[in-house]
């Protein structure tokens, strides 16, 4: 099993200088030393709480803090959890990728999905649509970017959207380009698309929930004859660890609706999903930026696991 980072916004600044992204900065940093092979970040604008209307939901956008993220790190991969399809013009959305595996010199991960935040739609005004509609937009947009970054020129004509003899230069770093995740739960649509497309999926849920899930993607693998080993298997995991059983009690205390898990209990927890499918989980600590869970992850977690294969190499063994 591998590791990927998935960090926030943070709201309070924990550098004191006011400054979201100095601290989002320091945390993918921290994750980098630490020797998580990725960091992610959500696409999302707002999130509006009606009750308290005054209430500030920071949130930088997804691409941009990438881009400014893969120049402040050196090692690990860059990817986004995921770029919603219907917020961006696919073909700018490809030339924004592309501009990224060039900055980070070729370390980006292209992660999309359909999106499902109806209050950013209606907010900034993009159209909603059915699951249907959304849907197909994926796939369309799926298709463009992988268009745009293997082919010169690039034409293509889906339900949504179109593209005419158009060029991308420079083309990304990673050949053929950068990997894709397509992220979703959605068992007739969305792993369908991944078993089409994609070269890493995202799913979250129980393990046994899990297991389902990747059962499902490997009747569609074969439906559509390709291995099911060609898609790299994501799952996201929500932390706060503790030291052991008795500063797990003692936080626990002090914050009673937080659920709290030691390194042990985490390993445990890993396996289920490593027998469940699972190769790579992307970790998201909820007291961060506050270091102390990203360390003891590292020092204490990470060791019991076998990395896999990285998602390159995935693809290069028969991937799309």
Avoid at 271 to 280: D, F, K, M
Wanted: glycine share 8%.
């Amino acid at each position: 099993m591998r590791f990927g980072l998935q960090i926030d916004t943070y709201g309070d600044n924990a550098l004191g200088n006011g400054n979201h992204f100095d601290t989002m900065l320091a945390v993918a940093r921290a994750g980098e030393a630490a020797g998580f092979a990725s960091v992610w970040y959500e696409d999302h604008f707002m999130w509006r709480d009606d009750e308290r209307p005054e209430t500030p939901s920071p949130r930088l956008e997804c691409l941009l803090t990438l881009a400014a993220l893969a120049a402040g790190t050196e090692r690990v991969r860059l990817g986004a959890l995921v770029l919603g399809a219907p917020y961006r013009n696919p073909a700018l959305l490809a030339k924004m990728c592309a501009t990224l595996d060039q900055i980070s010199h070729g370390r980006s991960i292209i992660g999309l999905g359909a999106a499902w935040h109806r209050q950013e739609f209606e907010a900034y005004g993009w159209p909603f649509g059915t699951v249907k509609e959304r849907m197909e937009r994926l796939e369309d947009v799926v298709r463009i970017v992988d268009a745009l970054l293997t082919q010169r020129p690039a034409s293509y004509t889906g339900k949504h959207y179109a593209i005419d003899r158009a060029l991308n230069d420079p083309p990304p770093v990673q050949r053929p380009r950068p990997p894709i995740l397509i992220g979703g739960n959605g068992e007739r649509r969305t792993l369908r698309l991944v078993a089409r497309y994609a070269d890493l999926c995202n799913v979250y849920g129980s393990p046994a929930e899990v297991a389902r899930k990747f059962a499902v993607l490997r009747a569609h693998c074969a439906a559509v004859g390709r291995p099911y080993e060609a898609v790299t298997r994501t799952i996201n995991l929500w932390l706060r660890l503790a030291r052991d059983e008795a500063d797990r009690a003692a936080r626990e205390r002090e914050h009673p609706d937080a659920d709290i898990q030691t390194p042990e209990a985490t390993i445990g927890l890993l396996r289920e999903y490593e027998a469940a499918g699972a190769q790579y989980a992307i970790v998201k600590f909820l007291d961060a930026p506050d270091p102390t869970s990203t360390r003891l992850f590292a020092e204490r977690v990470m060791p019991a696991f076998t990395p896999t294969p990285a998602p390159d190499d995935v693809r290069a063994k028969g991937g799309i």
